[in-house]
């Protein structure tokens, strides 16, 4: 979970306050100290006056010299810049979102908590998927401090993209701008929640470090954008802007063996996931309903095989199944790319949709056949 709450604190202290029992002691002193600091003032004031009266002139009065150290009514006027602007734009769409767990007893307890974006004025926010996994409910905390209790619309795992609903009008939005047109060197503003409400509304600033960044974590593949503009534990589900006030990427990972390297999910990927969300309650999927490991060129010559999806194991009852495909078949080609390399299955399964019949190349004992499959809804709909 994205910040566990109170764990912050331990690196945060108060100045060390004296105990009562040292009081005495300490007036002890205090007295000392006043009466030999009153003997010394009345000895240097004898010696000034004998010394000095005669010969020195003070130039100027204490009037205007009041008026010098004084705040001046007028000071300079420096004009906002572009992270001043984007912070008044974006940063009252940032949200604070609470993770909550029911405990013993029937209470709840915070589990954890991030950021989150809000994208639509009748209450609609974006947020990480893991920011509100396995909450029992969440709580969005609006900036100014309201908290309001958030309805999950719905969550994909596969991108950690969640939306939410809180019971709201008129609220401030976030654009969302072209993440295609983000290149390396950009100024890249982030703001977010870090470390819990304490820190909301938090801006970090840098630049764009990398485009396109492949992430592989927990079985899933990541394409993102790379930032060195500060991303902590409760950024996750905050916004990554551009120098135009628009938001380009929604924060979701740091790397923490390294300084200066944060991650973003590109909205023009997050939008499509979005809608989905919205309109579904999930994300639908092109699904062949199958379980593969891909056989790179060694393995394949080691064991005078084509390169391809080595198919591990079939769903009952799915498309592959119902086209006649068997486990130990080698995928060699799908929708007529060769299947070369890990991601290509993958890739060229997420540009078609639900329904579409597909050309499916196989290996099968010596001989290779084309075969016609229906694509499925991953989600089993």
Not at 175 to 195: C, E, M, Q, W, Y
Not at 260 to 280: R, Y
Request: hydrophobic content about 40%; proline content about 4%; charged content about 20%.
């Amino acid at each position: 979970m994205d910040f566990n709450n109170n764990s912050w604190e331990s690196g945060v202290r108060f100045v060390e306050q004296k105990k009562p029992k040292k009081l005495r002691n300490f007036l002890g002193i205090v007295m000392i100290v006043f009466f030999s600091a009153s003997i010394g003032g009345i000895l240097g004031g004898y010696y000034v006056k004998n010394n000095y009266d005669n010969g020195y002139v003070y130039h100027g009065n204490s009037e205007e010299n009041i008026k010098n150290l004084s705040p001046q009514n007028e000071t300079a006027d420096i004009p906002k810049n572009a992270i001043n602007k984007v912070a008044d734009t974006i940063g009252p769409a940032i949200v604070g979102v609470d993770n909550n767990v029911r405990i013993w007893g029937g209470g709840t307890a915070l589990q954890g908590s991030g950021s989150g974006i809000i994208f639509d004025k009748s209450g609609y926010i974006v947020t990480n998927e893991h920011v509100i996994d396995g909450a029992s409910n969440v709580t969005v905390t609006l900036p100014g401090g309201k908290k309001l209790p958030a309805k999950i619309i719905g969550s994909d795992m596969r991108t950690d993209l969640a939306v939410l609903k809180i019971n709201a009008v008129n609220l401030p939005v976030a654009k969302f701008g072209d993440s295609s047109k983000v290149r390396v060197g950009d100024t890249a503003i982030a703001i977010g929640n870090p470390l819990g409400e304490e820190f909301a509304g938090s801006v970090t600033v840098g630049v764009i470090s990398a485009v396109n960044r492949k992430l592989y974590l927990d079985g899933k593949v990541y394409r993102l954008i790379q930032t060195d503009a500060s991303i902590n534990p409760g950024n996750s589900g905050g916004a990554l802007c551009n120098a135009a006030g628009e938001v380009i990427g929604i924060n979701t990972l740091k790397n923490i063996e390294a300084e200066g390297i944060g991650l973003a999910i590109p909205i023009n990927d997050a939008v499509p996931i979005i809608q989905s969300l919205i309109k579904n309650g999930y994300v639908s999927r092109p699904y062949i309903g199958i379980e593969y490991k891909f056989i790179d060129e060694d393995t394949a010559k080691e064991n005078e095989v084509p390169v391809g999806g080595y198919v591990v194991r079939v769903v009952r009852g799915g498309s592959a199944e119902r086209a006649g495909i068997l486990p130990g078949d080698i995928i060699v080609a799908f929708d007529g790319v060769n299947i070369d390399n890990s991601e290509v299955l993958t890739d060229v399964l997420s540009k078609h949709k639900v329904g579409d019949i597909v050309t499916m190349k196989i290996y099968r004992s010596g001989k290779y056949q084309n075969v016609q499959i229906k694509l499925q809804d991953s989600n089993g709909r």
